[in-house]
T-cell receptor
Framework: QKEVEQNSGPLSVPEGAIASLNCTYS??????FFWYRQYSGKSPELIMS????GDKEDGRFTAQLNKASQYVSLLIRDSQPSDSATYLC???????????FGKGTLLTVNP | EAGVVQSPRYKIIEKKQPVAFWCNPI?????LYWYRQNLGQGPELLIR????????DSQLPKDRFSAERLKGVDSTLKIQPAELGDSAVYLC????????????FGQGTRLTVV
């Protein structure tokens, strides 16, 4: 079982819809959870971090964490074509700050 | 505040040649990561430093890859000799060594081995 798993997609949504991106992780001692956005040919850019169970909202983005289910998700409301990118889920394991990434989910928002 | 700086941005070399990448992290960030990212894949950790100490290098192919962070600030990653399969983007990231902090990436170095 991989440490961090994501559906590779592609996930296609119409403009204005909600995009839902999912991530599971295998290590129960994982403590910090991140979503990065990566445009083609660019480096990953942090968009959300979440450290405790529940929801965290920032503008059109909401991260959801469920440690019991070892599940973290990212919701993008009112999706825009500019949101089209690969979304990477990343997890740190315990207190040693090892940052492990999933393969990423390619999101396409259609005008 | 300056971000993570990497150089060069692009490098094309012939196989069996050596190559080196340089990274200057964000000031005050004690944790430094080197990742390799292949097309369509997520970043894969090569090595992680806490200050000048390499604390996680289990994924670093030590027969040809080496890294150093002598003064606990900037870092270099070297490949010698390069192979065709080393073609990838090499990413450097840094973060403060504190709980609940984020890592920030440099622009990466795209390596092409021909």
């Amino acid at each position: 079982q991989k440490e961090v798993e994501q559906n590779s997609g592609p996930l296609s949504v119409p403009e204005g819809a909600i995009a839902s991106l999912n991530c599971t992780y295998s290590d129960r001692v994982s403590q910090s959870f991140f979503w990065y956005r990566q445009y083609s040919g660019k480096s990953p850019e942090l968009i959300m971090s979440i450290y405790s169970n529940g929801d965290k909202e920032d503008g059109r983005f909401t991260a959801q964490l469920n440690k019991a289910s070892q599940y973290v998700s990212l919701l993008i409301r009112d999706s825009q074509p500019s949101d089209s990118a690969t979304y990477l889920c990343a997890v740190t394991r315990g207190s040693n700050y090892k940052l492990t990434f999933g393969k990423g989910t390619l999101l396409t928002v259609n005008p | 505040e300056a971000g993570v700086v990497q150089s060069p941005r692009y490098k094309i070399i012939e196989k069996k040649q050596p190559v080196a990448f340089w990274c200057n992290p964000i000031s005050g960030h004690n944790t430094l990561y080197w990742y390799r990212q292949n097309l369509g894949q997520g970043p894969e950790l090569l090595i992680r430093y806490e200050n000048e100490e390499a604390v996680d290098d289990s994924q670093l192919p030590k027969d040809r890859f080496s890294a150093e962070r002598l003064k606990g600030v900037d870092s270099t990653l070297k490949i010698q000799p390069a192979e065709l399969g080393d073609s990838a983007v090499y990413l450097c990231a840094s973060r403060p060594t504190q709980a609940n902090t984020e890592a920030f990436f440099g622009q990466g170095t795209r390596l092409t081995v021909v």
